[in-house]
C-alpha cells in the first residue's frame, strides 16, 4: 500500500512548486524528509501554471542589491499594493509577503534559479522588481519548478 503523503499540493503552478521544495526542507531539519504529493489537472506541456507569463518579481529592499536599483521600502510597496486592490488587501499578511520579498532572491537562487538586470524600455522596473534571467520564468523558474516536481517524484513514493 503506498503511504499517504505528509503534504498534498493541489494544482501545480508556482505556489505549490515553492511549497514542494519548502516542505520537504522544513520537515528535512526535524527529521525525516515530508513525503510530498503534487496533483495537477493540466497536461505536462501546460505545467507550471501562469508562471509561464511571469517576468519579474517585485521585492522589497532598502538599499541597491545585486539586480536591484535604488530603494523599495516596505511602506511604498504597501501602498502599491493597497492601490492596485483598491484597498481589499488584507494589511497583516501583505506585510508578511513583502517583508519575506527581502529574502526570497537568495532563496530562489540557491534553488537553480537566476536573475539579470532589469531591461530599459517603457517599463522601468529595475528599482521595484528582480527580473528572471531569459525574459520570464520559462527559462528561469523552470529550474525551480522541476526541483520542486523531483522533490513531490521522491517523496510519493513513486520514482518519476
Ligand atoms: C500575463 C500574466 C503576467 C504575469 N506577470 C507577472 C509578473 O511579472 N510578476 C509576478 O509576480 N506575477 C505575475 N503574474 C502573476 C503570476 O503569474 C501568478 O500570481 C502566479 O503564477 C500564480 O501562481 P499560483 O501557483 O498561485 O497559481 P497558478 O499559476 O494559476 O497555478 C494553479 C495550478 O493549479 C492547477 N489546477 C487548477 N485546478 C486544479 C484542480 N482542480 N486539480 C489539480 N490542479 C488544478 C492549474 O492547472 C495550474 O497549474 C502574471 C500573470 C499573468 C496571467
Given at each position: 500500500?503506498?503511504?499517504?503523503?505528509?503534504?498534498?499540493?493541489?494544482?501545480?503552478?508556482?505556489?505549490?512548486?515553492?511549497?514542494?521544495?519548502?516542505?520537504?526542507?522544513?520537515?528535512?531539519?526535524?527529521?525525516?524528509?515530508?513525503?510530498?504529493?503534487?496533483?495537477?489537472?493540466?497536461?505536462?506541456?501546460?505545467?507550471?501554471?501562469?508562471?509561464?507569463?511571469?517576468?519579474s518579481?517585485p521585492c522589497m529592499h532598502d538599499t541597491p542589491q545585486d539586480v536591484l536599483t535604488g530603494a523599495y521600502p516596505e511602506?511604498e510597496f504597501?501602498?502599491?499594493?493597497?492601490?492596485?486592490?483598491?484597498?481589499?488587501?488584507?494589511?497583516?499578511?501583505?506585510?508578511?509577503?513583502?517583508?519575506?520579498s527581502q529574502?526570497?532572491r537568495g532563496?530562489?537562487?540557491?534553488?537553480?534559479?537566476?536573475f539579470q538586470p532589469s531591461?530599459?524600455?517603457?517599463?522601468h522596473l529595475s528599482r521595484t522588481n528582480a527580473s528572471?534571467?531569459?525574459?520570464?520564468?520559462?527559462?528561469?523558474?523552470?529550474?525551480?519548478?522541476?526541483?520542486?516536481?523531483?522533490?513531490?517524484?521522491?517523496?510519493?513514493?513513486?520514482?518519476?
Amino acid at each position: 500500500m503506498t503511504a499517504l503523503p505528509d503534504v498534498l499540493l493541489i494544482g501545480g503552478g508556482n505556489a505549490a512548486l515553492c511549497a514542494a521544495p519548502t516542505a520537504r526542507e522544513a520537515l528535512v531539519a526535524g527529521g525525516p524528509g515530508a513525503r510530498v504529493l503534487l496533483l495537477e489537472a493540466a497536461p505536462r506541456e501546460w505545467r507550471g501554471g501562469n508562471s509561464a507569463h511571469t517576468r519579474s518579481i517585485p521585492c522589497m529592499h532598502d538599499t541597491p542589491q545585486d539586480v536591484l536599483t535604488g530603494a523599495y521600502p516596505e511602506e511604498e510597496f504597501w501602498q502599491d499594493l493597497h492601490k492596485v486592490t483598491g484597498g481589499r488587501t488584507d494589511e497583516a499578511l501583505a506585510r508578511l509577503v513583502i517583508r519575506g520579498s527581502q529574502h526570497v532572491r537568495g532563496w530562489m537562487h540557491r534553488h537553480g534559479v537566476r536573475f539579470q538586470p532589469s531591461l530599459s524600455g517603457t517599463l522601468h522596473l529595475s528599482r521595484t522588481n528582480a527580473s528572471f534571467m531569459g525574459g520570464g520564468l520559462r527559462r528561469g523558474q523552470q529550474r525551480l519548478h522541476r526541483e520542486g516536481l523531483r522533490e513531490a517524484r521522491a517523496d510519493n513514493g513513486r520514482g518519476g
